[in-house]
C-alpha cells in the first residue's frame, strides 16, 4: 500500500506543469525575466482526429501560405464537444481567440472556423477589417456555401480546404475593390431580418 501511494505521489510530481516550477525559482533580476510569449496555435487542430495526418499537414501549409499571403489569419478548429470550452459555441470560438491571441500577426484580420462533433454544430466568425468584410452577414453565405455541402457528406478535407479557397477568393475580392456580397443573394423577409 505504501509503495502504491509513493507511486502515486511521483507520478503527480512528474505531471505538474514547467511554469510551476518556473514560478518558483527566485530570479535574481526580475527586469532581465523576458515576457512570456504566448502558446504558439497552429492554423489547422484537428482535437476530433477528423483529418489523416497528411491532409491536416497540407491544409496546415495552405492556410499558412494564405494567411501570410493577405494578412488575415486563417483558422480551423474541431473538437468532440464545444462544451468543454464554453456553454455556446461563439463563446469558445472567442475564447480560443482571445487564448492564443489569434491575429497578433495580423493586425487582428482572421477568420476561424469551428467545428464541434458531438452535435455536429460550427461556427466561423470573422475579426479585424478584413476578417469582418469577407464575414459578414451577407458575404459568410459564400464561404458557408463553398463548405457546407461537404460537411453534410462527411468530406472534412474537402469541407475544410473549401473554406480555405472562399476565404481566398473573398480576401482576393476585398483587395481588388470588388464587392465581397456579390452573389450572396440575401433577402429581407418581413420581420426585417437577412435571409439567404
Given at each position: 500500500?505504501?509503495?502504491?501511494?509513493?507511486?502515486?505521489?511521483?507520478?503527480?510530481?512528474?505531471?505538474?506543469?514547467?511554469?510551476?516550477?518556473?514560478?518558483?525559482a527566485?530570479?535574481?533580476?526580475?527586469?532581465?525575466?523576458?515576457?512570456?510569449?504566448?502558446?504558439?496555435?497552429?492554423?489547422?487542430?484537428?482535437?476530433?482526429?477528423?483529418?489523416?495526418?497528411?491532409?491536416?499537414?497540407?491544409?496546415?501549409?495552405?492556410a499558412?501560405?494564405?494567411?501570410?499571403?493577405?494578412?488575415?489569419?486563417?483558422?480551423?478548429?474541431?473538437?468532440?464537444?464545444?462544451?468543454?470550452?464554453?456553454?455556446?459555441?461563439?463563446?469558445?470560438?472567442?475564447g480560443?481567440?482571445?487564448?492564443?491571441?489569434?491575429?497578433?500577426?495580423?493586425?487582428?484580420?482572421?477568420v476561424?472556423?469551428?467545428?464541434?462533433?458531438?452535435?455536429?454544430?460550427?461556427w466561423?466568425?470573422?475579426?479585424?477589417?478584413?476578417?469582418?468584410?469577407?464575414?459578414?452577414?451577407?458575404?459568410?453565405?459564400?464561404?458557408?456555401?463553398?463548405?457546407?455541402?461537404?460537411f453534410?457528406?462527411?468530406?472534412?478535407?474537402?469541407?475544410?480546404?473549401?473554406?480555405?479557397?472562399?476565404?481566398?477568393?473573398q480576401?482576393?475580392?476585398?483587395?481588388?475593390g470588388?464587392?465581397?456580397?456579390?452573389?450572396?443573394?440575401?433577402?429581407?423577409?418581413?420581420?426585417?431580418?437577412?435571409?439567404?
Amino acid at each position: 500500500m505504501r509503495l502504491l501511494i509513493l507511486l502515486v505521489c511521483l507520478g503527480l510530481t512528474l505531471c505538474l506543469p514547467a511554469a510551476f516550477a518556473e514560478d518558483a525559482a527566485p530570479t535574481e533580476d526580475a527586469a532581465a525575466v523576458e515576457e512570456t510569449a504566448a502558446p504558439v496555435f497552429p492554423y489547422v487542430l484537428d482535437q476530433a482526429g477528423l483529418l489523416r495526418d497528411s491532409q491536416r499537414e497540407a491544409l496546415e501549409d495552405k492556410a499558412a501560405a494564405l494567411s501570410e499571403q493577405h494578412a488575415c489569419g486563417l483558422y480551423i478548429v474541431t473538437v468532440e464537444d464545444f462544451t468543454a470550452l464554453s456553454s455556446n459555441i461563439r463563446s469558445a470560438v472567442k475564447g480560443i481567440q482571445s487564448y492564443y491571441d489569434l491575429g497578433r500577426d495580423t493586425d487582428g484580420n482572421l477568420v476561424i472556423l469551428l467545428l464541434s462533433m458531438n452535435d455536429r454544430d460550427y461556427w466561423a466568425e470573422g475579426s479585424g477589417s478584413s476578417g469582418e468584410a469577407i464575414y459578414s452577414v451577407e458575404s459568410s453565405w459564400l464561404i458557408e456555401d463553398a463548405f457546407l455541402d461537404n460537411f453534410k457528406s462527411n468530406d472534412w478535407y474537402g469541407g475544410f480546404e473549401d473554406f480555405l479557397d472562399a476565404c481566398d477568393s473573398q480576401l482576393t475580392k476585398l483587395e481588388n475593390g470588388e464587392d465581397v456580397n456579390e452573389g450572396a443573394d440575401i433577402i429581407t423577409g418581413p420581420d426585417g431580418l437577412d435571409y439567404h
